[in-house]
């Protein structure tokens, strides 16, 4: 499970983008209707700004960006390969 720290800072981000107070762990975004390319490309920015990562065109899958808990496993795994 990815760190609970980067969990809470993607999940409020998506929460204050979406307006709403919370976004479930695993709730997925797409399927919910809650976001469109647009949104997804925000994502990517927000995620290479507040981790300091650099999310790679192998990494632009949309089953990276579904859930709030496979984002944050996907800046684990980068800060991880950057340490």
Same mark, same amino acid.
């Given at each position: 499970?990815? &760190? ?11 929460? !204050?983008?979406? #307006? !709403? ?5 695993? #709730?997925?975004?797409? %399927? ?8 997804a490309?925000?994502?990517?920015? =927000?995620?290479? !700004?507040?981790?300091?990562? %650099? ?8 089953? &990276? =960006? ?6 944050? *496993? ?6 991880? !390969?950057? *340490?």
């Open positions: 499970m990815a &760190n609970n720290n980067v969990i809470k800072t993607v999940g409020d981000f998506m929460a !204050r983008a979406f #307006e !709403r107070d919370t976004v479930p762990v695993d #709730e997925d975004i797409f %399927e919910s209707g809650f976001t469109n390319s647009l949104f490309m925000q994502l990517v920015d =927000f995620v290479e !700004r507040q981790f300091g990562i %650099e999310v790679d065109a192998e990494d632009l899958l949309i089953d &990276n =960006f579904r859930t709030v808990a496979r984002v944050a *496993a996907l800046v684990e795994r980068k800060t991880a !390969r950057a *340490a």
